[in-house]
């Protein structure tokens, strides 16, 4: 929060983790009245007015994963598995689960679209998913009881956050005014909530046997479900707010400092040494890669960072950064600017339903298929030098990165900074990948050439 920062203000930083190779370029849409219902992967609701916004979005999907509106509103969202959770995959795998409801993903935007404030934001977010519920396959060619999960989010204001946990329709909230948090697939509001659904109390009797009785309602231990490991989530967690927790005692958490915790592999860590390759981890890392055994199963698909200022004479940058940010160069883009027509594309089309969908193919249009490239070029199977290629495309972003922060923006010339940038970036990026020796007019991956059948 605003007394951990370097800058006094507040800072909000998420990595979105998905399956390999699911492109997830940027959304821009601008203010607009309500129209007529919006149809959404699995329910039909009610539209209302909506605030402008910038969006990272699954190929697929008409929410987010990370976004940002016109009144400094940031939403994230992490899958977190719950014994209601647990449940309906038992009764999908019988033919007898839940109805589908909203998916987390669209309770971002939504959130973004009607929330002025961080508060009004997390209102809105808990009203929708107590009349619609969540439930139902968030993954391209996975079915509901493989592809879903239940939700966490972080919402963020220049004056406040907070934490939002769900169960179900239930869910339970913590205001933080200070210090440093984060987040990662697993509950952690303890006895500490300053928000709770009405039923959360019943649910947490009803799926563990929770009595009121023992004391103020422990939202982790009751609702957790035991089945499902945490370790992976837990070392993620405690790895990302030590790493922050460090920088804001070292003076203050910057940009620059998320931008380290976001491309973390546990560097400097005892997990390090000569043999380690962090492109092909055997445990999953902040900066997330798939390894060949299919342990880590996906990779961080795009990264976003934005720090929440109230100053009003002074733009709000949104640091994004396609595929994972290790190999990746976060790039200034702003609400209500015109964004780089690189960075939009594929263009969303056809149903929000992601298994109406397959894998998407290779597009040399788009910014993120491009870094998708990168990243391959630098886990190249014959050298096996992920550290010294990854260092490489280092050397030429982070240049980029510091040049471009130490810009002043006019304000009437945002979408052109930020078109500015992605050439920068991209003359870069083709310099880098001549470098490598890669080949620029086809994918590396055979995956990514052709989409399945």
């Given at each position: 929060?605003?007394?951990?920062?370097?800058?006094?203000?507040?800072?909000?930083?998420?990595?979105s983790?998905?399956?390999?190779?699911?492109?997830?370029?940027?959304?821009?849409?601008?203010?607009?009245?309500?129209?007529?219902?919006?149809?959404?992967?699995?329910?039909?609701?009610?539209?209302?007015?909506?605030?402008?916004?910038?969006?990272s979005?699954?190929?697929?999907?008409?929410?987010?994963?990370?976004?940002?509106?016109?009144?400094?509103?940031?939403?994230?969202?992490?899958?977190?598995?719950?014994?209601?959770?647990?449940?309906?995959?038992?009764?999908?795998?019988?033919?007898?689960?839940?109805?589908?409801?909203l998916?987390?993903?669209?309770?971002?935007?939504?959130?973004?679209?009607r929330?002025?404030?961080?508060r009004?934001?997390?209102?809105?977010?808990?009203d929708?998913?107590?009349?619609?519920?969540?439930?139902?396959?968030?993954?391209?060619?996975?079915?509901?009881?493989?592809?879903?999960?239940?939700?966490?989010?972080?919402?963020?204001?220049?004056?406040?956050?907070?934490?939002?946990?769900?169960?179900?329709?239930?869910?339970?909230?913590?205001?933080?005014?200070?210090?440093?948090?984060?987040?990662?697939?697993?509950?952690?509001?303890?006895?500490?909530?300053?928000?709770?659904?009405?039923?959360?109390?019943?649910?947490?009797?009803?799926?563990?046997?929770?009595?009121?009785?023992?004391?103020?309602?422990?939202?982790?231990?009751?609702?957790?479900?035991p089945?499902?490991?945490?370790?992976?989530?837990?070392?993620?967690?405690?790895?990302?707010?030590?790493?922050?927790?460090?920088?804001?005692?070292?003076?203050?958490?910057?940009?620059?400092?998320?931008?380290?915790?976001?491309?973390?592999?546990?560097?400097?860590?005892?997990?390090?040494?000569?043999?380690?390759?962090?492109?092909?981890?055997?445990?999953?890392?902040?900066?997330?890669?798939?390894?060949?055994?299919g342990?880590?199963?996906?990779?961080?698909?795009?990264?976003?960072?934005?720090?929440?200022?109230?100053?009003?004479?002074?733009?709000?940058?949104?640091?994004?950064?396609?595929?994972?940010?290790?190999?990746?160069?976060?790039?200034?883009?702003?609400?209500?600017?015109?964004?780089?027509?690189?960075?939009?594309?594929?263009?969303?089309?056809?149903?929000?339903?992601?298994?109406?969908?397959?894998?998407?193919?290779?597009?040399?249009?788009?910014?993120?298929?491009?870094?998708?490239?990168?990243?391959?070029?630098?886990?190249?199977?014959?050298?096996?030098?992920?550290?010294?290629?990854?260092?490489?495309?280092?050397?030429?972003?982070?240049?980029?990165?510091?040049?471009?922060?130490?810009?002043?923006?006019?304000?009437?010339?945002?979408?052109?900074?930020?078109?500015?940038?992605?050439?920068?970036?991209?003359?870069?990026?083709?310099?880098?990948?001549?470098?490598?020796?890669?080949?620029?007019?086809?994918p590396?991956?055979?995956?990514?050439?052709?989409?399945?059948?």
């Open positions: 929060m605003t007394d951990s920062t370097a800058s006094g203000s507040v800072l909000f930083g998420k990595n983790d998905r399956p390999a190779g699911e492109t997830q370029p940027l959304r821009s849409e601008p203010a607009r009245d309500a129209g007529g219902p919006l149809q959404l992967a699995y329910v039909t609701i009610d539209d209302a007015p909506a605030y402008a916004h910038v969006g979005a699954p190929f697929w999907c008409w929410g987010y994963e990370i976004g940002v509106n016109e009144h400094r509103v940031a939403i994230g969202n992490e899958a977190v598995f719950t014994r209601p959770w647990a449940d309906a995959v038992a009764a999908e795998k019988k033919e007898m689960g839940p109805v589908p409801g998916l987390g993903m669209e309770l971002v935007r939504l959130g973004l679209e929330g002025r404030s961080a009004a934001a997390v209102d809105v977010m808990t929708l998913l107590a009349r619609h519920g969540q439930w139902g396959a968030a993954m391209v060619g996975a079915s509901h009881a493989d592809g879903s999960y239940d939700n966490s989010f972080i919402v963020a204001d220049p004056h406040e956050a907070w934490i939002v946990e769900t169960a179900g329709r239930e869910w339970a909230a913590r205001r933080l005014t200070s210090g440093v948090e984060s987040i990662s697939n697993e509950l952690t509001i303890r006895q500490d909530a300053d928000l709770v659904s009405d039923g959360l109390l019943d649910l947490a009797l009803q799926s563990a046997g929770w009595d009121e009785g023992w004391g103020g309602l422990d939202v982790a231990e009751a609702l957790t479900d089945q499902t490991p945490l370790q992976v989530s837990h070392i993620r967690r405690r790895r990302s707010h030590q790493l922050l927790t460090d920088a804001a005692e070292r003076g203050g958490v910057s940009v620059d400092d998320a931008k380290m915790v976001l491309r973390d592999h546990l560097e400097g860590s005892f997990l390090g040494g000569p043999s380690r390759d962090a492109s092909r981890p055997d445990f999953h890392t902040l900066c997330m890669h798939e390894h060949p055994s342990f880590t199963w996906g990779n961080t698909a795009a990264s976003m960072i934005v720090e929440l200022h109230d100053d009003p004479d002074r733009p709000v940058t949104i640091w994004w950064s396609p595929v994972t940010p290790c190999t990746g160069v976060y790039l200034p883009v702003y609400v209500g600017a015109e964004l780089p027509p690189s960075t939009l594309l594929p263009a969303r089309s056809g149903s929000a339903d992601p298994r109406d969908h397959t894998q998407p193919v290779h597009d040399p249009e788009s910014l993120w298929w491009q870094w998708q490239l990168l990243l391959d070029a630098a886990k190249d199977p014959v050298t096996r030098d992920f550290t010294g290629r990854a260092a490489i495309l280092r050397e030429a972003f982070d240049r980029l990165e510091d040049e471009w922060t130490r810009v002043t923006v006019d304000p009437d010339d945002l979408a052109g900074f930020s078109a500015r940038c992605v050439a920068q970036a991209r003359t870069a990026a083709l310099a880098v990948l001549h470098e490598l020796g890669a080949d620029l007019d086809a590396l991956d055979p995956r990514w050439a052709t989409s399945p059948t």
